[in-house]
């Protein structure tokens, strides 16, 4: 694992093409942006890898890079991690095998498809679930807790 000095990188990304990283002068274009520990630490250890996919190195705190690679950053993990909030659990109904999970989340209302919906929910600690729905995608309701009365008894009777 190479830690990256954040004062040592720098990245730009011109007309909505993937970024192009330059560490110590060197340029690697069409740089890949991930989270080493996207459920655990999502804002920190960042991990950039080259357009074959090979890891190029890690920066411990995005923050401590300058603006625009901070924001550059922040972008592509909002992109390539999108996971709406739950809000609020609307209903939950069977059709065919396929379970529909009716909720409204901080991007809208959604009906999340699931084969299973106590396999595509996971509680990653307490009052904090993560869904996914039979697709791979991914939802969040960060505190259980700041649900209405009714979603959380939903919620509850799965986990």
């Given at each position: 694992m190479s830690f990256l000095d954040p004062?040592?990188?720098?990245l730009e990304r011109r007309d909505d093409q993937p970024p192009t990283l330059s560490i110590a002068g060197d340029l690697f274009?069409?740089?890949?942006?991930?989270?080493a520990f996207p459920l655990s630490f999502e804002s920190r250890y960042i991990t950039f890898f080259d357009q074959?996919?090979?890891?190029?190195g890690i920066v411990a705190d995005p923050e401590a890079c300058d603006e625009?690679?901070?924001r550059i950053i922040r972008d592509e993990i909002e992109w390539r991690y999108f996971r709406p909030r739950i809000e609020r659990v609307l209903e939950m109904e069977g059709r065919g095998g396929t379970s529909l999970f009716s909720v409204e989340t901080d991007r809208g209302a959604v009906k999340i498809?699931?084969?299973d919906l106590r396999e595509g929910m996971m509680e990653l600690s307490p009052g904090r679930i993560l869904i996914t729905d039979e697709h791979g995608n991914r939802y969040e309701i960060p505190d259980?807790?700041?649900l209405d009365r009714r979603s959380r008894r939903l919620i509850r009777r799965l986990i």
């Open positions: 004062a040592a990188i720098r274009f069409n740089v890949r942006i991930r989270q074959e996919d090979e890891y190029l625009d690679t901070s498809p699931m084969r259980l807790d700041r």
